[in-house]
């Protein structure tokens, strides 16, 4: 069958426009075939309309990977700070918000129109259902909608199914093992954790938010927590999620600005005041309640010994809870897992068996933190791929 295009991108997403930009400048031909009647889904509704497109802080150690060491290649040739430089140049307005998050001060469209335009060399074909993807004699074959076509590249972008009803899919998943990649197991991240019935007092505080450091089995994230109707979310606990594995506790320092000694500090300044009141010092009042208790400790301070003291101290600054689970895909941020990276070569997307054959974004097992991390992996993983196609 004659080839007609150099590379063909599955998938209109942020990581497959960005790379069809920089293919297309290339002069490469370049399709992309998307199911979804619009480009650009997720980007239109990241960071709540403004689209957090970047953290000035990206390092690869801030990706949950089998390897994380796998993103330091492309997150190395293509950088926040060339991400921001193409944002400038499209006269595109933007602030820090907090922690490196940069946001567009205006909507998240203008990042989508962005690419569009960098990408206006390549061909794009929305609302196109992929029906068959096959490889022979060094070219692939995509039939979609009611066409074919070939390319001697091909590129997955097809992101993870965080999401379905934005059109997320486990496609890439699919395709990669039918052509010899592995896949690590996906497992919903950025997302919020649901609590058992014992737990049920901890739901009469739905609303209730507090600064805390939330920790999975991974570092610990120093953010708002939020308790909902269900369990637990706010930024600490979607970052701890990424790392956190069923039937293990998450681990919550509710009081990380107090230094240790701090409750023989406050017996010692205030004998007569109950826990429950020196709690609600320091945390917001109806979680000072529910906290106290737990802790069940109904004396005055002056009455209660200096080793309770700092048992309490200890409790409240690593206070367990073992959710029973997510709130799964349809509520996850993110997909940590995908892809695994060790069939892929870092410098450039490929896979290693198969030249031609790419992955790249999401569909790879490369999960940013929470803050703009998981698009700068889109533009940095796309654009090496973009250079190589
Ligand atoms: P992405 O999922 O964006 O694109 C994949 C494309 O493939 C889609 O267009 C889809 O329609 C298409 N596709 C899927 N299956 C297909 C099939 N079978 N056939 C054809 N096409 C198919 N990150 C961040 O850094 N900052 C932020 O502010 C946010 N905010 C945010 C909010 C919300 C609500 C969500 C859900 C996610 C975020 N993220 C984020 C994460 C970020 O959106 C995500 O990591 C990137 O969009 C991933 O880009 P990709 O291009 O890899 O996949």
């Given at each position: 069958m004659a080839q007609t295009h150099d590379v063909i991108i599955l998938g209109a997403g942020g990581a497959g426009l960005f790379c069809a930009g920089i293919a297309a400048r290339r002069g490469r031909r370049v399709l992309v075939i998307d199911h979804a009647p619009e480009p650009g889904r997720k980007i239109v509704i990241s960071g709540g309309g403004r689209?957090?497109?970047?953290?000035?802080?990206?390092?690869?150690?801030?990706y949950v990977s089998a390897n994380p060491r796998f993103a330091r290649s492309a997150l190395g040739r293509y950088t926040a700070q060339d991400f921001i430089a193409l944002v400038d140049a499209h006269g595109i307005a933007w602030h820090e918000k907090t922690l490196g998050q940069l946001f567009c001060d205006g909507s998240a469209r203008q990042i989508v129109a962005m690419l569009l335009h960098e990408a206006a060399g390549a061909e794009i074909a929305l609302g196109?259902?992929?029906?068959d993807v096959t490889h022979a004699d060094g070219q692939f074959t995509v039939v979609f909608g009611d066409r074919h076509a070939t390319a001697p590249s091909l590129v997955i972008a097809t992101g993870g199914p965080s999401i379905p009803k934005l059109g997320a899919t486990s496609f890439a998943y699919d395709l990669g093992r039918r052509f010899g990649l592995k896949i690590v197991e996906p497992r919903p991240a950025l997302v919020p954790l649901t609590l058992p019935g014992e737990e049920a007092l901890f739901r009469e505080l739905s609303g209730v938010a507090a600064t805390v450091v939330a920790r999975g089995d991974g570092p610990g994230f120093r953010e708002a927590a939020l308790f909902t109707h269900r369990g637990l979310s706010g930024p600490a606990i979607l970052q701890a999620s990424s790392y956190w594995r069923h039937r293990q506790p998450v681990t919550i320092d509710f009081v990380p600005d107090q230094s240790p000694g701090w409750l023989l500090a406050a017996k010692r300044a205030r004998p007569r005041a109950g826990l429950r009141s020196v709690l609600g010092a320091a945390l917001p009042d109806r979680l000072a309640e529910a906290l106290a208790a737990r802790i069940d400790a109904p004396s005055e301070m002056a009455n209660l010994r200096d080793a309770t003291l700092s048992e309490i101290e200890r409790r409240l600054s690593a206070w367990q809870f073992l959710p029973n689970g997510t709130e799964g895909f349809a509520k996850a941020e993110v997909t940590v897992g995908g892809i695994a990276t060790d069939a892929l070569n870092q410098k450039t997307m490929a896979a290693k068996h198969l030249p031609g054959l790419y992955a790249i974004g999401e569909a790879v097992d490369v999960t940013g933190w929470l803050g703009g991390y998981n698009f700068q992996w889109a533009w940095s993983s796309g654009w090496v791929a973009g250079q190589a196609v």
């Open positions: 689209c957090n497109f970047t953290n000035v802080d990206t390092s690869w150690d801030r196109s259902a992929i029906r």
